[in-house]
C-alpha cells in the first residue's frame, strides 16, 4: 500500500538539515520500499504492508528519523489516498503564485477533527478556510498575507500540531500517487 509521509521542520534556515538521498535510505533500512521523495521540503512516497497502519508507520519513522539525524522530526503519515482526497478538495482557482498564497495545513492526528477549523483565527474578508477531513485549505492574497490569521499561529502549539504545503505541492504529491496507483 502506497503512504506518504510528510516530515515538519526540516531543512528551514539551514536548520534540522535530511538530505533527501539520506530521507530515502532511512526508509529503506526501515523497511519501506519504492521509496521516491518530492522537493526539499520532506516529502516522500513510499510502499508498505497495509498491515501497517499510519500510527505505526509514523512511530517506526520518527524513531528511525531521530536515529539518523540525531534531532526528532515530527512526521505526519497518511495513506496516499487520503492525500489525493485532500488534493482534489483544493478549488481548481486555487492558486500559489504571485497573486494568491494557498496552502494545505495537514493536521496530526490529535488536531484533526470536525471542529479543528474552530481553532484557526481566520480572518474574516482576508483569509479563506475549509476543513477537509485530516487538513485545512487556507487562500489568502499576497497582498493581505501579512494580516492573515495564519501568520498569528507561527511558533504556537497549533502550529506544531500541523504541517503545511503550498498547494502546487500537494497537486504534484497526489499526481505521483496517482502514477503509481
Request: glycine share 8%; net charge neutral; proline share 7%.
Amino acid at each position: 500500500m502506497t503512504h506518504v509521509a510528510l516530515l515538519r521542520g526540516i531543512n528551514v534556515g539551514g536548520t534540522h538539515r535530511v538530505p533527501m538521498p539520506e530521507l530515502r535510505a532511512c526508509l529503506e533500512s526501515l523497511g519501506m520500499s519504492e521509496v521516491t521523495t518530492y522537493i526539499n521540503s520532506g516529502n516522500a512516497l513510499f510502499t508498505a504492508p497495509a498491515r501497517q497502519g499510519p500510527a505505526n508507520l509514523r512511530a517506526r519513522i520518527e524513531q528511525g528519523l531521530a536515529g539518523s539525524f540525531g534531532f526528532p522530526v515530527p512526521t505526519l503519515v497518511m495513506p496516499a489516498d487520503d492525500l489525493v482526497r485532500i488534493a482534489g478538495a483544493i478549488p481548481d482557482d486555487w492558486t500559489n503564485d504571485d497573486t494568491f498564497k494557498s496552502d494545505v495545513l495537514f493536521l496530526f492526528p490529535e488536531l484533526q477533527g470536525p471542529d479543528a477549523l474552530d481553532r484557526f483565527p481566520i480572518r474574516a474578508g482576508i483569509d479563506e478556510a475549509r476543513y477537509e477531513s485530516g487538513a485545512v485549505l487556507w487562500r489568502v492574497s499576497r497582498a493581505d498575507q501579512p494580516r492573515s490569521g495564519l501568520i498569528s499561529i507561527v511558533g504556537t502549539a497549533l502550529y506544531r500540531q500541523c504541517t503545511i504545503r503550498n498547494v502546487n505541492t500537494v497537486r504534484t504529491l497526489a499526481a505521483k500517487a496517482l502514477a503509481r496507483a
